[in-house]
């Protein structure tokens, strides 16, 4: 297949350029990876409208994690649930929306693939037209079985065969890996495709950047309050001192309020992202399932790290789809610097 310049590239033909590299795969991955890109555009579309629609605003309802679901969270949960359901590869849907997996009578189809999704993730931050995003996680079925049951939906992220996010901001991009690097796409609303912008991602060992809430210091533990504070003030290993400030060597705080967009300025310039436990949440506030693992899987591809802060967030094995993780994630350096600080600690 003669490849097409890369400005022209669509999302479409780079994962059938994917799919070639695999002889013996079925276009089913190929098909599902599709869905998801078109669900994302129908998403995008109404993200970028919400201020001229009444879809803005609350709903009134509360989602399985107790928050107030925003109009706009339930659309994209439906436009997922819609996208993906119809199609025989997906044999179970899970939604950070929805209490309980949606599993897929897929009768005829081959019923692979497990998806994993937060279809609206920092949705409270739509009203102010801040960046929002939708992140997604792809697991093979392990069973033969006929039926399909939770032990293939409680796999590890490292079992992943693919991941990625979409990020609702200046413009619109898809970002996705399926084991062969990392890869951008930028929208071009006058085409209605995703084209390859961002080829073969890579993050800074460390960065300059980290992005916490800082409201929760004082429910941290000690050991995560000094970690933040070397942050800040820069490690000098040498001196053994962390309290001075070392001129430069710290970080710049930057922190949206919103996963996808925080994690992504930190892939692309360098940085941290840490959301650490605190007193009411004793394991932190993200999912293991749809927002920690397939991240995690963006980071590693792109050569960073993802730990909970004291292992790899991909070897974690979920006992429940909603379980929650507390969060290392970005720069390889400056995360296992956090995972050694605080393993030290115990
Ligand atoms: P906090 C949004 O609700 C979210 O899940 C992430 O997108 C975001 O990084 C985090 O929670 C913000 O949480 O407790 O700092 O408001």
């Known amino acids: 297949m003669t490849q097409a310049p890369k400005n022209l590239q669509t999302i479409e033909t780079h994962i059938l350029e994917l799919q070639s590299m695999h002889p013996s795969a079925s276009g089913d991955f190929t098909g599902l990876l599709s869905d998801i890109t078109f669900a994302a555009k129908v998403i995008s579309r109404e993200v970028n409208k919400a201020g001229l629609v009444d879809i803005i605003g609350a709903t009134g309802d509360q989602n399985v994690q107790g928050e107030v679901v925003q109009k706009l969270d339930e659309f994209a949960n439906n436009v997922f649930l819609k996208c993906l359901g119809t199609r025989n590869q997906v044999c179970i849907m899970g939604s950070e929306e929805l209490a309980e997996p949606v599993f897929i009578d897929s009768e005829g189809g081959s019923g692979n693939y497990i998806v ?3 279809p609206l993730d920092g949705s409270s931050n739509i009203d102010a037209n801040v960046s929002v995003g939708t992140i997604f996680g792809i697991w093979k079925r392990k069973s033969r079985r006929n039926k399909v049951d939770k032990e293939d939906l409680l796999q590890a992220g490292c079992e ?10 200046s413009s619109t991009m898809f970002v996705y890996t399926a084991g062969h690097g990392v890869h951008g796409f930028t929208l071009d609303p006058s085409l209605g495709e995703f084209l390859l912008s961002h080829e073969h991602i890579t993050t800074p060992f460390t960065g300059k950047i980290y992005s916490v809430n800082e409201a929760y210091e004082p429910q941290w533990s000690p050991e995560v309050r000094e970690v933040v504070r070397q942050i ?9 001192r962390t309290d001075a400030p070392t001129s430069g060597a710290g970080k710049s705080t930057r922190y949206i309020g919103s ?3 925080d994690f992504h300025r930190n892939l692309l ?8 436990p605190t007193k009411n949440k004793t394991q932190g506030k993200l999912r293991l399932m749809c927002e920690a693992a397939p991240l995690a899987m963006i980071a590693e591809g792109a050569g960073g790290y993802a730990s909970d802060g004291k292992q790899n ?10 379980m929650r993780v507390p969060l290392y994630i970005g720069s390889r350096g400056d995360v296992m610097w956090i995972e050694n600080e605080l393993s030290k600690k115990g």
Request: aromatic share 16%.
């Open 116 to 118: 994993v999704f937060d």
């Open 160 to 169: 992943q065969v693919a991941a990625g996010y979409v990020i609702y901001g």
């Open 232 to 240: 800040k003030y820069g490690h000098d290993t040498k001196s053994q």
């Open 259 to 261: 996963l996808v967009a």
């Open 269 to 276: 310039y360098g940085g941290i992202y840490l959301y650490p």
């Open 313 to 322: 967030i991909m070897d974690i094995v979920p006992t429940d789809m909603h």
